[in-house]
């Protein structure tokens, strides 16, 4: 069996990291290895933390010295993963239990790079209160006005990785720069229509600040794809239209 390495950052979500953790080494792939990138700024929930660590041999914990964020955390732990295949998973979402074992073994049935599948959208109470369907991106356009692809479900094989393909530097949004930098290198993202994830919204996430998400989605633009002013703004206007259309949906 392939190793599989899962990366969870975690920040201050110590109401849901239990039961996330659990969703992952509850899963019916066992060869696992759980990387947990402990990203609070203080030490003020780590014990917590290293008693679910304790839960399961095949965790790994990294304690960074200051907060860095999700996607610097997420560039780190990527650094020291053994697995063939790297799995993301935030601190508060969940997976059900063969999501890992069904999403790798299409990968190998027909040779993808990279992958990410449908999710239902619950809130903090585990209710569910919406869906997202995946589908296939062949091209940086294809997805460069909206980003619809779930962190949370991604899989994707290490060795197409370089040096350059990393989460960027930026509160909300990092993953978007990451699958366009993909994308940009002609490499397909493919689309799993099984629902296999269970994606988190909380009112007081980052994901949720209206304001950081219009500044970093400037910075995908502008600083990342190279666009000129007017056309950062243009794509920045389509983003928020489709993120808009997605929240009514």
Not at 28 to 52: A, F, H, V
Not at 64 to 72: D, F, L, Q, R, V
Not at 95 to 107: E, P, S, T
Not at 145 to 172: H, Q, Y
Request: aromatic share 10%.
């Amino acid at each position: 069996m392939d190793l599989v390495t899962v990366i969870i950052p975690y920040y201050k979500q110590k109401k849901y990291i239990a039961k996330t953790i659990d969703s992952v080494i509850t899963q019916t792939y066992k060869n696992l290895e759980i990387i947990i990138i402990y990203d609070n700024g203080s030490d003020s929930e780590l014990d917590y933390i290293k008693s679910l660590k304790i839960k399961d041999k095949r965790i790994k914990l990294i304690v960074n010295k200051k907060n860095i964020g999700a996607g610097e955390s997420r560039n780190k732990a990527i650094k020291s993963a053994k697995g063939k295949f790297i799995s993301f998973l935030d601190s508060d979402d969940l997976w059900k239990k063969n999501k890992l074992k069904k999403q790798l073994k299409i990968m190998k049935k027909y040779n993808y790079d990279i992958t990410h599948t449908s999710y239902e959208i619950i809130e903090k109470n585990n209710k569910i209160i919406g869906h997202r369907t995946a589908r296939t991106f062949k091209n940086v356009n294809s997805l460069i006005r909206s980003c619809d692809i779930g962190l949370s479900t991604v899989m994707i094989k290490k060795s197409i990785l370089k040096k350059s393909d990393s989460f960027a530097k930026i509160k909300t949004k990092e993953d978007f720069v990451f699958w366009l930098k993909l994308l940009d290198r002609k490499i397909k993202i493919y689309g799993i229509k099984i629902f296999l994830t269970k994606w988190r919204k909380l009112n007081n996430s980052l994901s949720s600040s209206i304001l950081q998400k219009l500044k970093d989605g400037f910075t995908v633009y502008n600083k990342y794809l190279k666009m000129g002013f007017i056309k950062s703004m243009y794509y920045l206007f389509l983003l928020s239209i489709n993120s808009i259309i997605k929240k009514i949906n």
